[in-house]
């Protein structure tokens, strides 16, 4: 069963542009929702999370938009770059459990 | 800032061969994890470990898998029989307490080929 779905697959932006990536999943009981950045050769990095008492959380250009009732949360990266471009991972954490269910990525691309 | 590190970076081994993956934690993090990442694919939970003991364990995490903290620094994982469906990223991760994984860090990985 997949926890975490994730949507697109692959992302081609203009630089300037507004990149938005989805993501929604399937238990109520998941605490914690972070979004991981990855270039190639490299490991995931936390780029921003949320919890699901907030609606919305914004640092600098990436902003999260989560909305409960429909079990969706989505990245928006705003006025997106060439050093943007990378493989994006949603996840999904219980933090009694301490297991993270991450989405299946996003490659994006931002075209100078 | 601190870091986690993996060696080696990466690893071929035979089919049927046993390998282990070292890992070393951020010094004060006491929560660590393993994921594996087949090319192209998304990270996958493998395993959890706190207090010298496995936490949390996924499906794939099979008798084949084991983990150990064999010093105060060291994070291994060991496969004992490797498959040619084994060959994947392996990423290593460590956090401070259980919480918001605010802190967590992802190491750079090891890429094992399994031949």
């Known amino acids: 069963q997949q926890q975490v779905k994730q949507s697109p697959q692959s992302l081609i932006v203009q630089k300037g542009g507004i990149s938005i990536i989805n993501c929604a999943y399937e238990n109520t009981a998941f605490d914690y929702f972070p979004w991981y950045q990855q270039f190639p050769g490299k490991g995931p990095a936390l780029l921003i999370a949320?919890?699901?008492?907030?609606s919305e959380k914004k640092e600098g250009r990436f902003t999260i938009s989560f909305n409960k009732s429909a079990k969706q949360f989505s990245l928006h990266i705003m006025d997106s770059q060439p050093g943007d471009s990378a493989t994006y991972f949603c996840?999904?954490?219980?933090?009694?459990?301490?297991?993270?269910?991450f989405g299946s990525g996003t490659k994006l691309n931002v075209k100078p | 800032e601190p870091e986690v590190t993996q060696t080696p970076s990466h690893q071929v081994t035979q089919m049927g061969q046993e390998v282990i993956l070292r890992c070393v934690p951020i010094s004060n993090h006491l929560y660590f994890y393993w994921y594996r990442q087949i090319l192209g694919q998304k990270v996958e939970f493998l395993v959890s470990?706190?207090?010298?003991?496995?936490?949390?364990k996924s499906e794939i995490f099979d008798d084949q898998f084991s983990v150990e903290r064999p010093d105060g620094s060291n994070f291994t994982l060991k496969i004992r029989s490797t498959k040619l469906e084994d060959s994947a990223m392996y990423f290593c991760?460590?956090?401070?307490?259980?919480?918001?994984?605010?802190?967590?860090?992802f190491g750079p990985g090891t890429r094992l080929t399994v031949t």
């Open positions: 996840a999904a954490i219980r933090y009694n459990f301490n297991k993270f269910y």
């Open positions: 470990f706190y207090n010298n003991e496995i936490s949390e």
């Open positions: 949320i919890r699901p008492d907030v």
């Open positions: 991760a460590s956090l401070p307490s259980l919480g918001p994984p605010d802190e967590q860090y």
